[in-house]
């Protein structure tokens, strides 16, 4: 089997680890070309880029992908399905979560694990197959994998825990296990999550708002820095569009109020902007 992973970040370094030397391996990212010449194309594209990125994966992923290949996105956030269906099909996109805690230091992966991965069936059968093989892959290279029917009670879980820590831990300065005793971010954290389940449960996700903190308590205890942190740090572009600017989007049009994902998304804009 022949995949590609698209955007070489700490995400996609922890696919690679697990599918190298189990596939047909192509890392592909900004300096990298995708394929030379007569190579010939990909079963599956793994997408892993930040979600302001997705554009320029969609593009990739379909000049290289085979016409039965599939696209499973692992991203953050909301919309990136809706991108990389408008390039490839809707039945060739695998939506997905993954759960580890990566960061790249001094271009050395540091990781929790092998990470565990749920990934929806696309309807287009051949589509279907090449992800059956892949999750057979990165299962076999450590990862804990589960093909599922239905993608977005996953989404919409991960989505209350990134909303709840990555803006606050970013504003404040702080790591996951800081912000679990932190007297003022702690507080708006758990706020952010129940606001974001009230959206989800609009959606058709049905979380309890009163059990959302309860979702990102835990993590503190094994993912130590938040993506959003590292990206302002390192003065690179967030995500805050596609996790609290989407949380505040749909709250809008199902008729739910965000004034805590609006703010948080005025915020951390504020802080990318002096960086």
């Not at 993954?98 to 696309?122: F, H, N, S």
């Not at 990134?162 to 996951?176: C, D, H, K, V, Y």
């Amino acid at each position: 089997m022949r995949v590609a992973i698209l955007g070489m970040g700490a995400i996609g370094h922890v696919v690679a680890v697990a599918l190298d030397g189990r596939v047909d391996l192509v890392r592909v990212d900004r300096t990298r070309a995708p394929l030379r010449d007569g190579e010939p194309p990909v079963d599956a594209a793994v997408v892993c880029v930040k979600t302001y990125g997705t554009g320029w994966a969609a593009d990739v992923a379909a000049r290289i992908l085979a016409p039965d290949g599939v696209v499973a996105t692992v991203q953050n956030g909301l919309g990136n399905v809706g991108t990389l269906a408008a390039r490839v099909g809707s039945d060739r996109v695998s939506l997905g979560v993954i759960y580890v805690g990566a960061e790249l230091v001094d271009a050395k992966l540091v990781a929790t694990g092998a990470g565990r991965v749920e990934l929806g069936r696309p309807s287009d059968p051949g589509a279907r197959d090449r992800l059956e093989r892949l999750a057979g892959a990165m299962r076999a290279g450590g990862m804990t994998v589960a093909v599922v029917d239905d993608p977005w009670p996953s989404v919409w879980k991960k989505l209350v825990v990134n909303a709840a820590m990555n803006p606050t831990t970013a504003i404040f300065g702080i790591s996951n296990p800081q912000l679990l005793e932190h007297p003022a971010a702690r507080p708006i954290a758990d706020d952010l999550a129940r606001e974001t389940a009230r959206v989800a449960t609009a959606a058709g996700v049905a979380i309890d708002p009163e059990s959302a903190p309860g979702m990102w308590h835990p993590v503190t205890s094994f993912v130590n820095r938040s993506s959003m942190l590292q990206d302002l740090t390192a003065g690179r572009p967030t995500e805050i569009d596609a996790i609290n600017g989407a949380v505040a989007r749909e709250g809008a049009r199902l008729g739910v109020p965000t004034p805590l994902n609006e703010a948080m998304t005025v915020l951390v804009k504020g802080v990318e902007a002096r960086r």
